[in-house]
């Protein structure tokens, strides 16, 4: 695709579900960004994916995230056990190399109710 | 490690020029600058490069003090377009794993 695809754009979930968060890279970008923007705040970093390399997952807050990126393309980012501090948009990116600039997705809305 | 950046917010008339600047404490491979407009994405503008490299627009000028671990955006004539959110980059391997500024707000008035 022209762009970097995330969906949904918008999720709202109960307390305690579990969520799945689709990224769609684009076509021959090697790595992967996820990124957690909470209202008004910085943009977070949660797991970084390199080609066939192991993800660096420092940036996942806690055990109930994880995330996995298929065929070096689509990621999905699995959040379970939703908690209300869970709350954010969750951006995705990538990029050509590691050293060129990273293209956002528009991000999923994610409210935990 | 998150990179400091300053001013946390600016106001500028249209055509009036702006300094934003991201200081980290960590060696720097690399600085990365974003500008994100309210509910939209954040959108690429320049990567600075240890060693002296630059990719960016040509509208857009940066610095990057290497001894320093210093970056600073300059923002020249702006123009209502510049409104937004400001974000450096800061990353530390060469792996673009991105570690952002708190941000900076900067708001053009005509």
């Known amino acids: 695709g022209a762009g970097v695809s995330q969906s949904p754009s918008n999720k709202v979930t109960e307390k305690g579900k579990d969520v799945e968060l689709r990224c769609d890279p684009i076509?021959?970008?090697?790595?992967l960004y996820w990124y957690r923007q909470s209202l008004g705040q910085g943009l977070e970093f949660l797991i970084y994916?390199?080609?066939?390399?192991?993800?660096?997952k420092s940036g996942l807050p806690s055990d109930r995230f994880s995330a996995e990126r298929t065929g070096g393309s689509v990621s999905t980012l699995t959040i379970q056990r939703t908690q209300q501090e869970d709350s954010a948009v969750y951006l995705c990116?990538?990029?050509?190399?590691?050293?060129?600039?990273?293209?956002f997705g528009q991000g999923t809305r994610l409210t935990v109710v | 490690q998150q990179p400091v950046q300053s001013p946390q917010a600016v106001i500028l008339r249209e055509g009036e020029d702006a300094v934003i600047n991201c200081s980290s404490s960590?060696?720097?491979?690399?600085v990365h600058w974003y500008r994100q407009k309210h509910g939209e994405a954040p959108v690429f503008l320049m990567i600075?490069?240890?060693?002296?490299e630059q990719k960016g627009h040509e509208k857009i000028s940066a610095s990057f003090n290497e001894k320093k671990q210093q970056s600073s955006l300059y923002l020249t004539a702006s123009q209502l377009s510049y409104s937004g959110t400001y974000f450096c980059?800061?990353?530390?391997?060469?792996?673009?794993?991105?570690?952002f500024g708190a941000g900076t707000i900067l708001r053009v008035k005509s």
């Open positions: 990116a990538s990029s050509f190399t590691p050293t060129d600039e990273a293209f």
């Open positions: 076509s021959g970008h090697t790595a």
């Open positions: 994916f390199q080609g066939n390399s192991a993800p660096d």
């Open positions: 960590k060696a720097l491979y690399s």
């Open positions: 600075l490069l240890k060693g002296g």
């Open positions: 980059g800061t990353d530390l391997l060469g792996g673009n794993k991105l570690v």
